[in-house]
């Protein structure tokens, strides 16, 4: 469920008109709905009260300030993927007690501020990485939680991309090889490994291949020695973005539970879609329709460059105008939704019924909260867009948007070449 919503015809979020904000901010912009964000997050962690999980909001997924101060403002940790989130992180005021950091290629700088920082747990992908950690620990004079990731070998239905927990996948530490890390955790003197994470993939719709992996994890926990004390199982809920029938947080719960409450290890949880993907839309103009032979193309002032998901992983995304007309009883055309940059791969959909629209009409790109900003780029040097939430009724531009001037920010011409 999410806080947009069409009234008589117009697209609200929460209480304030979205072409309000499209003639005050002017498109592109994401729009984000703060109710909406905050209400997912209570969803996930009312469905593991029981075992009071810590849920660590996954930054990638949107790195925003005002975004990542909502949810630390419920309580919410932070899961980071390098220094610059750990900077955010730390500028959005989140108790460094509460960051988890992933990835497999930390550098050795990295590591150091995190130890700086005091963070809860590196999530370890490894044995170079925990070879490189324990050194750091040690001339630091510290010592440091470390999670293993597992890779447990399941297969999930979702895209390629985003499949993680495979062999195939580069991402963490198979049984075998984990096992004896743990058989030589002598040999990391200034390391306490004691969590384990995993984290399978993502958009997965179903608990099926959780269960499987837990299943597994089980398996392994009942051998490993007895100082771990947390199970991170990362994030990876589906969320709606066309006809999908996503797993409730509620569901999920209560599929998973019964095998982590057989762990007694300490839960955390490092959600980013779930929570911030349909709090968030992206609103953009239509600059012209174009005829073609046999198409119909529909060009918006959004790009690849802005909205990524489509062109990088074939992601659908509903598109709604904002402002529906002859009460959604409009003639509908097929269309593909094209952006300006110079790339046929430019699209935010292809072959697409939607009502009719003409030149200067506002839509709305749905479920964009997540993996919508964070993606963007300036290619095709076009400025990034602006960003703006919804509180109540009164909507805050959280980040501006980008002028020429960002665009060569740090570049220079060598005298040679003036
Ligand atoms: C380690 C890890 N944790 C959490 C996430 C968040 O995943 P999602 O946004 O699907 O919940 C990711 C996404 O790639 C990840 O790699």
Do not use: W
């Not at 999930?156 to 058989?183: L, P």
């Not at 608990?207 to 947390?230: D, G, H, T």
């Amino acid at each position: 469920m999410h806080e947009f919503r069409h009234k008589n015809n117009v697209l609200y979020c929460e209480s304030v008109r979205v072409p309000d904000i499209a003639e005050r901010v002017k498109t592109p912009f994401y729009l984000y709905s703060h109710h909406t964000l905050v209400d997912h997050y209570r969803k996930i962690k009312r469905a593991f009260k029981s075992v009071d999980a810590l849920i660590c909001f996954s930054m990638k997924a949107n790195s925003s300030l005002a975004v990542c101060r909502a949810l630390v403002n419920e309580g919410a940790g932070l899961d980071i993927v390098s220094g610059g989130e750990l900077y955010k992180a730390l500028r959005v005021g989140v108790d460094p007690k509460k960051i988890v950091y992933a990835g497999i290629g930390k550098t050795r700088r990295e590591i150091e501020e995190a130890m700086k920082a005091d963070i809860l747990f590196f999530n370890v992908e490894s044995l170079p990485e925990l070879i490189l950690l324990d050194s750091v620990a040690g001339s630091m004079r510290r010592i440091v939680n470390v999670s293993l990731r597992l890779n447990p070998d399941v297969a999930v239905k979702t895209h390629r991309y985003i499949v993680t927990g495979t062999s195939e996948s580069k991402f963490g530490i198979g049984f075998e090889a984990a096992r004896r890390i743990f058989e030589r955790s002598d040999a990391f003197p200034n390391l306490r490994i004691n969590g384990l994470h995993l984290h399978i993939g993502s958009q997965i719709t179903h608990s099926r291949p959780y269960v499987r992996a837990l299943r597994r994890v089980y398996a392994f926990i009942k051998k490993a020695p007895r100082n771990l004390q947390y199970l991170n199982i990362g994030g990876g809920l589906g969320i709606v973005y066309g006809n999908e029938r996503p797993q409730t947080a509620h569901r999920f719960a209560k599929a998973v539970l019964p095998i982590i409450k057989k762990t007694k290890l300490k839960l955390i949880l490092e959600p980013g879609r779930f929570v911030a993907g349909n709090s968030g839309i992206l609103v953009t103009k239509v600059l012209y329709v174009k005829e073609s032979l046999n198409k119909r193309f529909v060009i918006i002032d959004a790009g690849m460059n802005d909205m990524v998901r489509p062109s990088f992983y074939g992601a659908y995304h509903n598109i709604q105008p904002v402002v529906r007309k002859s009460h959604g009883r409009a003639p509908h055309m097929v269309v593909d939704v094209v952006g300006p940059v110079c790339e046929s791969g430019d699209f935010l959909a292809k072959n697409r019924r939607l009502p009719m629209v003409i030149e200067g009409d506002i839509l709305a790109v749905m479920g964009a909260g997540a993996y919508g900003y964070t993606m963007s780029s300036n290619y095709n040097s076009r400025p990034r867009a602006a960003e703006v939430m919804v509180i109540r009724d009164r909507f805050y531009t959280i980040r501006e948007r980008e002028i020429y001037r960002d665009l060569i920010k740090g570049e220079v011409i060598p005298r040679e070449l003036r």
